[in-house]
């Protein structure tokens, strides 16, 4: 999923945008929609179906990417940032929809509240593993270099 929804959806309404991804699997168009309408159904979003895309919020859109997504079944989900440009109960909502799916998680992040809960978190700099294990270390240790880090930077500062 991308970090910015506009640049994943393709189709005018929402029942389109989850049928496109039956369809690109091999579903006849028809059972495609049929298919997406029933997702929604089992999402208590039937009314979003011939919704335009266009006239769905920042958190509205970043819903339906997930849901096309999860439509197509997949067993992991790759999110870019999921949480960008989200106002805190949108970003709530989409959090518990995640921890909904049935699916592994992967996603990069920037906002470690984001995942500290999760089993394992990996940290990368420039290409290469900093650290490797559960959310609660790695993000300690995250934060721990960015202090050093920025006390550093405060201390060479003042020496200039």
């Not at 959806?9 to 945008?17: K, N």
């Not at 929609?33 to 011939?50: K, M, N, T």
């Not at 470690?112 to 790695?138: S, T, Y």
Request: glycine share 4%.
């Amino acid at each position: 999923m991308f970090q910015n929804p506009d640049d994943q959806i393709i189709c005018p309404t929402v029942e389109e945008e989850l049928a496109f991804t039956l369809s690109a699997q091999g579903v006849a168009k028809a059972r495609a929609r049929e298919e997406a309408r029933d997702f929604l159904r089992v999402w208590g979003l039937s009314h979003w179906a011939p919704r335009a895309i266009s006239q769905l919020s920042q958190g509205q859109r970043q819903k339906v990417c997930l849901l096309a997504l999860q439509i197509g079944k997949p067993l992991t989900l790759l999110l870019d940032e999921p949480f960008a440009s989200l106002d805190l109960p949108s970003q709530l909502r989409l959090g518990q929809q995640l921890l909904s799916a049935d699916q592994q998680l992967i996603f990069s992040t920037h906002v470690l509240e984001q995942v500290c809960d999760f089993e394992r978190v990996i940290w990368l700099e420039r290409g290469k593993v900093r650290a490797d294990g559960p959310g609660q270390e790695v993000c300690q240790a995250y934060r721990e270099d960015v202090r050093q880090r920025a006390l550093e930077s405060a201390d060479a500062a003042e020496l200039a």
